[in-house]
């Protein structure tokens, strides 16, 4: 028996290793190919580096509907794996483990995708994949890895120059009639993590039956090495730059709806990709219009650290501070924040008083939503005759403001679980609803085109979006889409400012027509192997005993997503997914659902009523009950 052995023996013994931990070790250093992977387990053994061992051991990191998504960088660094270093003071690998996101994982990802695709496109060509990346260390890596494992593969593959933001790379894939694709991120996650995005030929998120062939060759492959095919039989890499984003731009100036709103605007913007991608398309695009923009020059530089935020998340108010500061020493009438891999967008605005004030997910969708409706009909694209085809599409968690809204305009509303492959999933199946001689090559038309005929034979996607600051307003791409978000909100600040209002004072109109709705976001984190196992726990306990009486309110109905049957507005099964709903009889709600991407549970609390005239008034009391929800139910998971 080795000393190593031993070791792990003795730990496991102890309780200090979790058993799987060391069957898992022994898996790696078995599979792997890395000349450090030995010496670093051996470090953290000889440090006593047992809760680091079990977090990055614990599992094998799975390939899932939303590809991978773990560390990159352990809580303990080895000296191995500092190394020299690498760019803004990373370590020079990327830490070892089967639950952390390396080259051992990221080969298995990349082999397994090309192999169902092989497979799906048959004998008749080499599969075409495309590979972006944003900012995080070691996402450049892992995306000319990924490129070159491709070819010697025998696919050929498509590679940004730089960073690039996922909805971009949702919009090549069908540009280039891709595949397949992936994007090198971890989204807003902390500068610790990565991932490994993954895209179906439709330019959307793997969902089934392509994710279950995917999952399961990814999940066959133990190891990291492979063999390279002959010269004759590999593929090419071919390098994307500004010509793609010149056809991105292109289809994203298509989502305005009165582009003459925005001709010579002057209107002072502040903006901040996080350190990511955003300010790539979104800073000429909007110069291009006549916006006046100002960038933070801190928050301009491209690095993984995100040294000036503690999280790169607009959600946070706290990642928009410095844009924020800026907008007031420099008398700017808005701020747009944009996350690394530029999927969400987060705004604040200038209020009546002057007084800069940050919008939630759920107001900049609404607001979106509700300005896309009203200029649809006003320039008579949709009708009393067509409004039925129609559609916004939402998540169950998102806003029902929009579901006010839409029923306001007479425009049908359809709910998706939480993740955008599921929105893109309802684009997919309108686009496939329109007979095949009426759409011919569907991806060349133009969005006027494409309007008509959804309008004609399937559904109208007028807007879709979720509260996590993720949105849509057009079916050529396929994820939710900061760039396309920051235009669409643009046009909404250049009308409210035509007809001399202030954003809030526009979403104030919509609250005393629609009603007056509040939605509060929070969540319990959990880290590590010790964390995600209470997550489930509490997750489960939910599940099994919900509670009959919430903060003095009877329940009236309960909604377990992972056990009912539960349909969607036009018919379709919804996939089980571990999410409870509870309502309240004095008409609050809230559900609860793990976060499939952080190591946190997550709550959703809802509350609306009737201004009647007194808008302040009905703010106050809702935003009362809805912090009195939010106390019993801390309670209450403290003692599950």
Known sequence: MSA??????????????????????EALLAGTTSEIAAKAIDELVSFGAWEELNDRFFKTLAFGTGGLRGRTIGRVITTVEQGKGGPNGRPEHPCVGTATMNYYNVSRAVRGMITYAKRFVGDARKPVLVFAHDTRHFSRDFAEFCAKVC???????????????????????????????????????PPHDNGFKAYFNDGAQI????????????????????????????????????????????????????????????????FTNL????????????????????????????????????????????????????????????????????????????????????????????????????????LGWITHANRSRAVLVKTFVTTELQRSIADGFGVGVVDTLTGFKYIAGKLRKYEEAIPADKKGDYRSLTEEQTR????????????????????????????????????????VAAYAKSEGKTIPELLDEIYNEFGYYLEIGKS????????????????????????????????????????QDIFDQEGDLVPKEKMLFVDLEDGRSFAVRPSGTEPKIKFYLYGKGDPAGDLAGTKTKVRDSLASLWSWIEADAATR
């Open 275 to 378: 350190h990511g991608t955003g300010g790539t398309i979104n800073v000429p695009m909007l110069r291009g219009f006549g916006f006046d923009v100002l960038t933070v020059a801190e928050q301009d530089v491209q690095d993984g650290r995100f040294p000036t935020v503690d999280s790169p998340n607009p959600e946070n108010a706290p990642a928009l501070k410095m844009a924020i500061d800026l907008a007031e020493s420099s008398n700017a009438e808005i701020v747009i924040g944009t996350d690394p891999d530029a999927d969400r967008m987060g705004v604040a605005v200038r209020d009546s008083a002057g007084k800069m004030q940050l919008l939630t997910g759920n107001q900049i969708g609404s607001l979106m939503a509700w300005y896309r409706l009203n200029t649809c009909f006003d």
């Open 4 to 25: 190593l052995s031993s070791s792990l023996d003795a730990a496991v013994a102890s309780g200090q290793l979790l058993p799987s931990a060391k069957t898992n070790i």
């Open 452 to 491: 008509q005929l959804r309008l004609e034979y399937s559904r109208f996607f007028v807007f879709g979006g979720e509260e996590s600051y993720g949105y849509l307003g057009s079916d050529a791409v396929r994820d939710k889409d900061a760039n396309g978000a920051t235009l669409m909100f643009a046009e």
């Open 151 to 189: 070819a010697d593969l025998g696919c050929d593959a498509y590679l940004f120059e730089g960073p690039r933001s996922t909805p971009q790379l949702s919009f090549a894939i069908r540009e280039l009639r891709a595949d397949a694709g992936v994007v090198l991120t971890a989204s807003h996650n």
């Open 524 to 563: 319990l984190v959990m880290e590590g192997a010790d964390g995600a196992a209470k997550i489930q726990a509490l997750a489960a306990s939910y599940a099994e005993n919900p509670p009959a009486e919430v903060d003095g309110s009877a329940v009236i109905r309960v909604r377990d997503f992972a056990k």
């Open 207 to 270: 969902v089934d039956p392509h994710a279950s062939g995917i999952i399961n060759e990814v999940n066959s492959i133990t190891s990291e090495a492979y063999e390279p095919l002959s010269e004759a039989q590999r593929g090419t890499v071919t390098i994307l730059g500004a010509e793609m984003d010149e056809r991105y731009v292109a289809r994203l100036k298509t989502l305005l709806l009165r582009p003459s709103l925005l001709e010579g605007a002057s209107t002072k913007v502040v």
